[in-house]
């Protein structure tokens, strides 16, 4: 068994193609092909039905796939360990950011990394803190940053609290409140919102808020990416909260605060296990001890 052939299989098995998976890997079909069936085989065990229209896993290629894909990574990560050892730092870094990050400068540390290790290949996914989460419990990410209620914590990964701070209510120049400086939340009763998706950390930190003022309010709009949840308010189709570290980037828009607002504490968090030489790397270079 050889590691091409299981990545021959996994590329079949996400294409469900065999002429999709030979160009993905780079080589013939015929090649690709000739490697599953020695591999088939060798295993005693047929991996894919094939049909005239699809591919798709057999029952034992269900259970091969999984394993498959840990043998990568281990070799994976086997080799950035033995460039680390010898002084380059090299390999996947797969990162997950919620879209509000504020308490440091994302980019700008993706830059300075990328500058100092250019031979680690960066993901940058993003997405709401419960399935970052999840994907770095499961491995699929090596780190994520959260934005969470000031009363909830990480769980099932090893974290470390980077800033606090307060939501504040965004508004268009043309809305009734862009003159106000500070609000109490029951005069947002009646007015409509633009928030992140219902169940998610981030709306959790408003709707509590709200709850705890004895206020009920209307979520209009439901977005994940900032740049919608901004361009709404833009053009004054509701009003928003967002962290108050964050909010200088639209200096078009005005800013309300309110009287005991939303707390909120942002995270780095990576699994359980020891980083591997990228993702240590990262971190280091966050200060964060490990």
């Not at 599953?36 to 699809?54: D, Q």
């Not at 633009?194 to 209009?220: K, L």
């Not at 900032?226 to 570290?245: H, K, M, T, W």
């Amino acid at each position: 068994m050889e590691l091409q052939q299981m990545r021959y299989v996994i590329a079949v098995a996400e294409t469900k193609n065999f002429t999709r998976a030979a160009q993905r890997c780079l080589v013939v079909q015929s090649a690709l092909s000739h490697q599953i069936a020695r591999l088939e085989k060798e295993l005693g065990a047929k991996l894919f039905e094939r049909t005239s229209r699809r591919v798709e896993l057999t029952p034992a290629g269900a259970a091969f796939l999984p394993a498959a894909r840990q043998a990568l990574e281990a070799a994976e990560r086997a080799r950035a360990e033995v460039s680390a050892a010898a002084g380059e730092i090299r390999g996947r870094l797969a990162i997950g950011a919620i879209p509000s990050v504020g308490a440091i400068d994302l980019l700008g540390t993706l830059r300075d990394f990328r500058t100092r290790h250019p031979r680690v290949q960066i993901s940058l996914q993003i997405g709401m803190s419960g399935h970052l989460a999840d994907d770095v419990r499961h491995g699929t990410l090596d780190i994520a940053f959260l934005g969470l209620p000031a009363d909830t914590e990480p769980s099932g990964v090893a974290a470390v609290e980077l800033g606090r701070g307060e939501l504040v209510a965004l508004v268009s120049p043309a809305h009734p409140l862009a003159g106000e400086r500070e609000v109490e939340p029951g005069r947002l009763g009646e007015e409509l919102f633009v928030d992140f998706p219902a169940g998610s950390a981030g709306r959790a930190q408003s709707d509590r808020a709200f709850t705890a003022a004895g206020v009920r309010r209307e979520v209009a709009f439901e977005v994940v990416a900032v740049d919608y949840f901004v361009e709404l308010i833009r053009q004054n189709l509701c009003i928003g909260l967002l962290p108050a570290s964050i909010v200088a980037a639209y200096p078009d828009l005005r800013i309300v605060t309110l009287r005991n607002p939303p707390q909120r504490v942002e995270y780095v968090v990576w699994g359980p296990r020891k980083p591997g030489p990228a993702a240590g790397a990262y971190l280091s270079a966050l200060g964060v001890a490990l």
